[in-house]
Every structure is written in C-alpha cells, then in structure tokens.
C-alpha cells in the first residue's frame, strides 16, 4: 500500500517537477511569474494527442514532436508578451503573461472544443509489473524514466555547456552578463525553448497518465507546479525538482488517507506552512536586503 | 422614494443595468485592492478569496438575522476584515512573489474550504433571498461605489495612505523613518479585504446565487488587471480599468466565440503599448484644472 502510492506519489511528482523547472529558470533570469507556462503545457499535450492520433507515431516521437513545438511557440510568447515590457514594471509584464494565458486557453477551447480528449487505445502498452506489494504500471515507469532523462539532460545543460554558464551568469547578475558580452536576450530566448520543452514533455506524459487532454488542463496544474517552484525555492532547480516530488508524493498521500475532495488544497497548504517557517522555499538562498 | 428610485433603475434597458452593476462591483473590487497592491506594493494574488468569504458571510447574515442590508454589508466588511488581519499577520512577514504565491495558496484554500463547507450547501452554491433594502440594487451598488472611490481618496491623501506610500517605495527606508511598517501594511490589508468583503456582498445580492467556484483563481487575476490596467496607485485609473475590464466581455460579445481570445490579446496589447497602465504616471487632477482653463497648459 505504502510502496503503491509512493509510486503513484512519484509518477505525479515528476511532472510537477518538469513544469516547475519552466518557472524558476525563468524567474531565475528575468524574475517574471510566467504565467502562460501552464498553457504551454496545455498545448504539448494537445500536440502530442494529434501526432499519435492522427500520425500514429510513438509516444516517444510524440514527446519529441511537441517539445520542438513548444519550444518555438515559447520563443515567440516571449518576443512577443514580454520582451517589450523587459524594463518596465514587472507587474505590467505580470498581466501580459496573464493575457497570454487567456489567449493560449481559449485558442485551444475554439479549436478543440470543451470537452476532454483521450489518447487512442494502445498508444502505449501498459503492463502491470508486481514489486513486492506494489502494481508498478510500465506507464509510471515511462513517466518517471522520461522525467528523470530530460531533468539530467537539464542538468548537463546547464552546468556543463556554454550556454549554460551563460544562463547561470545572467540569473546571477543580469546587467553585468550583459557587460561581459553575453548576449543576454539569446540567453533569454533559450531559457524559454528550454523550459517550455519540459513543460511540454509533462503535457504528453500527463495527457497519456490519465487519457485525458483538456483547454484547460494548464491552469490548475500551472499553478500547483509554481508553488511547487516557490516550495524549493524558487529560481533553484534542484529546488523545482525536490518541490515537486514533493507535492506530488504528499498529495497522492493525502487522497489516501481519505482527503480526496480537499487534494487541490493539500498542496497549497504544505507551501503555505512551508513558506511561514522557510519564507525563501527549501532550498531558496536567502537574500540580504542591501540599503 | 423607493418608488422614485424603482422607476429610476425601471427606466434603464435591463442589459445596460446589468452591465452598470458589474462595473460598480468591480469598482468597490479594484479600489480594495489598489489598497493593497497599489499603495501599498504588497502584491496579491488571491484578493478573490475576500470576495468569497464576503459573498457567503453576508448570504448567510441574511439568511439567518433580519438585519437591513446596510448593517448587514458592514458586518460583513468588518468580518472579512477580521479574517484578513488574521491571516495577514503571519504572511505580511513574506516579500514580492513569496506574498504572492502565499495569497495565491490561501486563496485556493479558501474556495476549497466552501466546496466542503456543509452550511453553504457545498459545491452546489448557495440561493441568495433578497436583500433586506427598499432601494434597489444597482442604486445600492453605486453608491457604495461612491463611497469606495471618496474613502480610498482620504485614504491615499491621509497621513496612513503616506505612510503606505513609503512603504511602497522602499520598506527598509520606511522603517527607518519611525514607520510600523508591519502594522501599517496589515492595516492596509485588512482595509483593501474590507472593501472585497463588502464587494463580495453586493455580488452575492445582485446575482442572488453563488457558487465557490465563482471566486477563483480566474476572478484573483481579473482584479488585478484592473487596477495595474489603470495604472498602479491610481483611484481614477482603478476606476477606470474596472469600467473597461468588467464590461469589456459584454461589449466583445458580437464576436462571440472570439470574444476571450480577444480579451487575452488585450490585455497583452494594452500592457505592451501602455506599461504604466491607462491612467499610471498621469496627474488626473492636474488635468482637470487645465481643461477647464485653471491652470495654463504646459506647466507642470
């Protein structure tokens, strides 16, 4: 029982993750709240329904599909949305984000209709594999093992190529990586290809988890990724990570111990409590105040 | 008077009246929370949570005691009030996004709370009876409208609003000066929860149901739009920006099923061409005195 749900837990966990990274690498550059990050991965899933529905490719092929997809559409909500408002106050940046979500979520409504859409039968082959007392689904298995891949490809990225010294420099201190020769809006550009690649590989494998796709099924899962960002602390990616196992594990618990119609609250009452006795998330760095 | 008033509000297209009451609403909404995100800088993401625990103190109010509805709006102000100071102790402590994201989480919360909560009937909402009042609604909308615009201007020019003022500018400074940075900011809190409280109670009056679900996160980021849409610590640009934003959807109507998408765009557009907001950065007053020749044009 315990093994079975902390399974569960992880499998839920990893995607939250995935979507978290989306959030902290970005505000970790330009300390901006993206809040169309939810609708991105909204429309990787709804990327990956189409390539295996209609292209009948593999959900591998699909993941890719949509990560390339996002990728670009992630690039251009950024040129578009905020790079204009890149000096301005960061609340008008805020409401632009906040506009584009409304934009990307009734798109999708007009296009694919309200009601719920579910991945075609056998798009993944799912075993049941016994572990001991715990039916491990090959499906959890893809989930975890994805998420695990693409979190240490993340990792490789940023700690070991150049672009990735370079985004750690510009989280660091924005206007001296400019001074140094950085190119500091490429280095933007990339970070939002990055993020809205994971954001989309969560979209396919959530969308395959529970064979469901929906206009708005960025929303809620958005905003318990960002609190799960804000949890680690945010603009710290091992803290996104740590954050959404976090929430994930706690929340497929809860609903086990029989708190299934409070499980959206589960959540933001762990970050809530956290973040009285931790104001900077887990693993934020705390941040002297200079006069 | 009531019959006066009644033909009054008899003699509006109904459509019209409808749209006027949303934007009255919306109003007493924005100010509050220009209280608290535009005076003060403390940025808030779950004003809508107010609005709820509002909507249902004073449906209940009505429901249980036969208090007239002024008496009623003011329990219910003061209740939400109380709820805010409560909660804003601990979380005032937090800075920028971490407040933001704590607002965001108690406002989730909140709305879960009433989806259990058995006395409100759960997720299937609440009949609200009518409001214990001889006027009638929209005239009651307004002129709390009114005076939400007339309290949040001695507010802003008292000597509290100063002190929110240079709390807004800079925390570190103002508590060097001698300012209770911590009192004042669960002070401005509570006041801006106050006004959500008793916007929460119109709302709940005018549409005579309400359901948790109406005061979401959704409802959060449409009053925030609001007030940073008519410029940040700006009564008129509050006023303004809850006039536009509130009835925009209906007069986007004719484009039907676009009429959100074009919404979105707006919003993204109007933040790209205007940053400071519609009315941010502009001395309204100023401006009023050289239109009617006070002041000659060109002199700040």
Not at chain 1, 81 to 99: D, F, V
Not at chain 1, 155 to 167: D, L, N, S
Not at chain 1, 238 to 247: Q, R, V, W
Not at chain 2, 79 to 87: F, K, L, P, S
Request: glycine share 12%; hydrophobic share 55%; proline share 3%.
């Amino acid at each position: 029982m315990f093994l079975q749900q902390l399974v569960n837990g992880v499998a839920l966990g990893s995607v939250y993750a995935l979507i978290a990274l989306g959030y902290t690498m970005v505000y970790g550059i330009i300390t901006l709240i993206n809040f169309a990050h939810g609708e991105i991965f909204m429309a990787g899933a709804f990327v990956g329904l189409l390539l295996v529905a209609t292209f009948k490719v593999n959900v591998f092929v699909a993941i890719i599909g949509a990560m390339v997809f996002c990728m670009l559409m992630g690039v251009v909500i950024e040129l578009i949305a905020y790079r204009p408002l890149r000096k301005s106050s960061r609340l008008s940046a805020l409401i632009s984000a906040i506009g584009v979500s409304i934009f990307l979520s009734s798109l999708a409504l007009m296009v694919f209709g309200a009601d719920a859409k579910g991945f075609p039968d056998g798009a993944f082959p799912v075993k049941q594999i016994k572990v001991g007392s715990a039916d491990i689904s090959t499906l959890q298995l893809l989930i975890i093992g994805v998420s695990a891949a693409l979190m240490m490809g993340l990792e490789f990225i940023v700690q070991k190529t150049k672009i990735g010294k370079a985004m750690r420099a510009t989280s660091e201190d924005y206007n001296t990586s400019a001074l140094m020769g950085i190119n500091v809006n490429r280095v933007i550009s990339f970070t939002f290809a990055l993020g809205s690649a994971l954001a989309a590989a969560g979209g396919v494998l959530v969308g395959v988890l529970f064979n469901a796709v929906s206009f708005n099924m960025g929303l809620m899962a958005g905003l318990k990724a960002f609190a799960a960002a804000v949890l680690g602390g945010i603009g710290s990616i091992p803290g996104a990570m740590l954050g959404g196992l976090l929430l994930g594990v706690s929340e497929v618990f809860g609903v086990a111990i029989g708190y299934s119609s409070y499980r959206d609250a589960i959540a933001f009452t762990i970050l809530v409590l956290v973040l009285l006795v931790k104001p900077t998330g887990l693993l934020g760095q705390k941040i002297t105040k200079k006069v | 008077m009531a019959d006066f008033l009644n033909s009054l509000v008899g003699s509006i297209d109904p459509y019209m009246l409808q749209i006027l009451v949303n934007v009255g609403i919306a109003i007493v909404l924005a100010l509050g929370l220009n209280v608290i995100t535009g005076l003060t800088g403390q940025l808030s993401l779950g004003h809508a949570a107010f609005m709820s625990i509002g909507a249902f103190t004073s449906a209940m109010v009505t429901i249980k005691t036969g208090l007239p509805f002024f008496a009623n709006l003011a329990v219910t102000g003061v209740v939400t009030a109380i709820v805010a100071a409560m909660i804003g102790f601990p979380i005032l402590r937090l800075t920028g996004d971490y407040l933001a994201i704590c607002t965001l989480g108690f406002a989730e919360i909140v709305k879960v709370f009433f989806l259990n909560f058995e006395p409100t009937n759960k997720a299937l909402g609440l009949t609200v009876p009518p409001a214990k009042t001889v006027i009638p609604m929209p005239i009651y909308v307004w002129v709390v409208a009114i005076l939400a615009i007339v309290l949040v201007t001695f507010v802003q020019n008292s000597r509290f609003g100063r002190a929110l003022k240079a709390i807004r500018e800079d925390e570190i400074a103002a508590d060097a000066m001698g300012i209770n940075t911590a009192r004042y900011k669960i002070q401005a809190f509570a006041l801006g929860s106050f006004m959500a409280g008793i916007g929460g109670g119109l709302y709940a009056h005018f549409l005579s149901y309400i359901n948790p679900s109406d005061f979401g996160f959704l409802k959060s980021v449409d009053i925030l739009s609001m007030v940073v849409l008519g410029g940040l610590g700006s009564v008129p640009g509050s006023v303004i920006g809850a006039s536009v934003l509130a009835s925009a959807p209906e007069f986007l109507r004719f484009m039907s099923q676009y009429r959100m998408l074009v919404y979105g765009a707006l919003l993204v557009f109007l933040m790209v061409f205007r940053p400071n907001g519609l009315l941010g950065g502009v001395n309204v007053t100023e401006l009023l005195l050289r239109a009617i020749g006070k002041k000659p044009a060109g002199k700040a």
